[in-house]
């Protein structure tokens, strides 16, 4: 029997709404890999179009988290990171890789802290600057178009975009650091919507689109991470893992509009679980 890969999912729990945490542990599961979490906050929902949340910051329990698994000499073959609960927990974060980074594992971090040209509104323009900082540690990072103007300091564009601009923007964000970059959210027409994909090694880059569907749905981008990764450590390359995160999140979408579901309530991954594992040749 193969040893289970492993990974800790730094994120928030949001109670209701499937994002971060409520996303990320059903499909790393599902796809085989063992997932251990570090919660950074507990909401009732997610910050996204609720008001009157819940907010438990949980910046106190990360260090004392981390000692305890680092006593118990636990590894990871990936350390993946999504919504921060607080602005110190930029450096807890850093100092967790710092203490879990091997030679041979993946640090993967999602800079999640904006979308459609705005930062969330808990956070600040300093805050973005942490999180450059926190992006120069990691091997792969998956922000939107508007965390990365964020990330390289430039104003953020609206589209359609060209391919001339994604790749200078994948080669300005590789230069921060991260070696493979996934940019999501990219589309050159109004009728696809994907990503593209850079690795700073070979110089590849790669585009994958699916037929777009109307709307804003909410946790869209933790379920591509998730994907991502469950792709990446099932020993696809990036560029095919990239492309499976994108099948996945639009048709868990399109399941998600068929239904005519609250946009807030976050999108029909459950359902999708089985073409993710067709796709990962798990099933
Ligand atoms: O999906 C990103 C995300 C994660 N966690 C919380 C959020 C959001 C986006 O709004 O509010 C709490």
Redesign the pocket.
Known sequence: MKRLKRVAAI??I?GFGK??LTVALPILSAAGIETTILPTAV?ST???GFTGFTYRDLTEDIAPIAAHWKSLDIRFDAIYT??LGSFEQLDLVTDFFKQFKTKDNLILVDP?MADNGEL?KIFTPEFALGMRKLCEKADIIVPNLTEAALLIGEPYQEGPYTKAYIETILKKLSDLGPKKIVLTGVFFNDEELGAATYDAETGEITYTLEKRIPGYY??T??VFGSALLSALLNDFNLSEAAAIAVRFTTSSIRKTAEAGTDIRFGVHFEQTIPELLKDLRLQ
């Open positions: 994120h928030d949001s994002c971060s909401l997610h910050t996204g999504g919504f999640v969330y909410h946790g981008g933790d």
